[in-house]
């Protein structure tokens, strides 16, 4: 049994939290035959009725679902229809909801995209934007993970910002891990980057390290500390320095950077740098990439891989899902069939 197959195997056994802002995905899908005369826009004729899936948060817990993970997800809905619907699509697939809490407060996120021939045409998102969870729903929150902790192989936070992360709560979530070693990684946004310091690993994209850096230096009253002169990352030194400092800086244990079609950069504390060459053959849509990366890399972590063999089997799995349309979830199957190169 190859190194890859003995990990992949090794997924059925784990245990993952997911924590994050869940949204509610819906898919209408028709053919556009003529342009509205009202307006200068496409008729778009519906085929079929809605499709829901699961978004945010929730793809990273499908992800791990698919991957055959046990997994719990955490985090809030509005008190709605919709609400309701995403219930639905979670419990269908297996996830765990006893950690999703209704917010009176809010209304369930839901991202509506209406696909065209293959193509998107309009997305309509539904939010109520940043509106941060409130002191009594704080509190239940972290009370479920408290209790709960011991049972999970790892935490994945999942911030998209719409107000279910906030500073405090990865400061408690951390602590807690710290407490009873378990693996913490975050799939970051922007603007919250220094809420992370002392996670494991954190997984941003090109533009969210450029964006990063450049929140940073104008946030910190000590700019000295991260010591990356551009917010540019065009070339593989810049990268390079830019992934050693926001390692030092955010006191990581590792940092992975996507870059698209380009790969991956793996940076851990103490190493050198590590450049993984990407493997997909044809980019369809990009749409959950960054979930998959997160949900692939901290499973096999779980499961006995080097952070590099992580690294390098989350870009396995960005490479089959970008070849397929919307926000999918790769299976062990076809993750399987990917790496047989390193059977």
Do not use: W
Not at 115 to 143: F, S, T
Not at 195 to 204: A, E, N
Not at 215 to 231: C, E, G, M, V, Y
Not at 276 to 301: M, N, Y
């Amino acid at each position: 049994m190859s190194v890859y197959k003995g990990i992949i195997s090794n997924f059925k056994h784990k245990k993952i939290l997911v924590i994050g802002d869940v949204i509610l995905d819906q898919h209408i899908r028709g053919s556009v035959n003529r342009i509205s005369p009202e307006a200068p826009v496409p008729i778009i004729l519906q085929e079929g009725e809605s499709t829901y899936g699961p978004g945010g948060a929730a793809n990273v817990a499908n992800n791990l679902r698919s991957l055959g993970a046990h997994v719990t997800l955490v985090g809030r809905i509005g008190r709605d229809m919709e609400g309701k619907q995403f219930l639905k699509e979670i419990a269908r697939r297996k996830i765990t909801t006893r950690g999703i809490f209704v917010d009176s407060k809010i209304p369930t996120i839901v991202k509506t995209r209406i696909v065209a021939h293959h193509q998107q045409v309009l997305r309509l998102d539904r939010e109520k934007a940043e509106q941060p969870c409130d002191g009594k729903l704080a509190q239940r929150i972290y009370n479920f993970i408290e209790k709960n902790i011991h049972q999970f192989d790892a935490i994945i936070i999942s911030d998209y910002g719409k107000g279910m992360i906030s500073a405090e709560l990865v400061r408690k979530i951390c602590s807690l891990a710290l407490q009873n070693k378990k693996v913490v990684t975050v799939d970051p946004k922007v603007e919250h980057f220094t809420y992370y310091q002392g996670v494991t690993s954190i997984t941003p994209n090109r533009k969210e390290a450029e964006n990063a850096i450049r929140n940073i230096k104008i946030t910190q009253s000590d700019r000295r500390r991260l010591a990356i002169h551009s917010d540019r990352l065009l070339t593989h030194a810049e990268i390079e320095k830019a992934g050693v400092e926001l390692v030092k800086f955010l006191r990581l244990e590792s940092l992975l950077i996507t870059l698209g079609e380009e790969g991956m950069y793996l940076f851990e504390r103490g190493k050198k740098s590590t450049h993984i060459p990407t493997v997909s053959r044809e980019v369809f849509d990009v749409t959950g990439a960054g979930d998959t990366v997160i949900a692939a890399f901290t499973l096999s972590l779980t499961a006995g891989a080097t952070k590099f063999q992580a690294a390098d089997l989350a870009n396995y799995a960005a490479g089959i899902v970008v070849g397929k349309m919307g926000a999918v979830a790769v299976t062990t199957k076809e993750l399987l069939a990917a790496t047989k190169v390193k059977n």
